[in-house]
């Protein structure tokens, strides 16, 4: 079984414990560690990865041009800068 130093892990977790909660996390731990070591033993050869347990699926409408290319003109008067037929806007990335 994997060993651990409670106090790095505390430390990782930015966590002042005493000495009580150290011995308490510390069992907590190791059962953990124990448990997924057991996981480790299980056969998982014909079990495909996965993300999730059920089947997610988007819900999304068919991406369908709407308004007419005269539109353009009118939302781009509305524009502070633009050029070429595109709205100018201030770089945000360096």
């Known amino acids: 079984m ?3 130093d409670i106090n790095y892990v505390a ?3 930015r966590l ?8 308490t996390l510390s069992h907590q731990l190791t059962q953990i560690l ?6 480790k033993e299980l056969d998982v050869s014909g079990v495909e990865p996965t993300a999730h347990a059920a ?8 991406d ?8 353009r ?3 781009l008067r509305n524009a502070p800068e633009q050029a070429r037929g595109l709205f100018i806007v201030p770089k945000i990335v360096e």
């Open 16 to 23: 002042e414990l005493s000495a009580e909660e150290k011995e």
């Open 64 to 71: 369908v041009a709407r308004g007419e290319e005269a539109d």
């Open 2 to 4: 994997p060993d651990f």
């Open 55 to 62: 089947t997610l699926h988007n819900v999304l409408r068919e």
């Open 34 to 39: 124990a448990y997924v070591e057991k996981l």
């Open 11 to 13: 430390h990782l977790a």
């Open 73 to 75: 003109e009118l939302y």
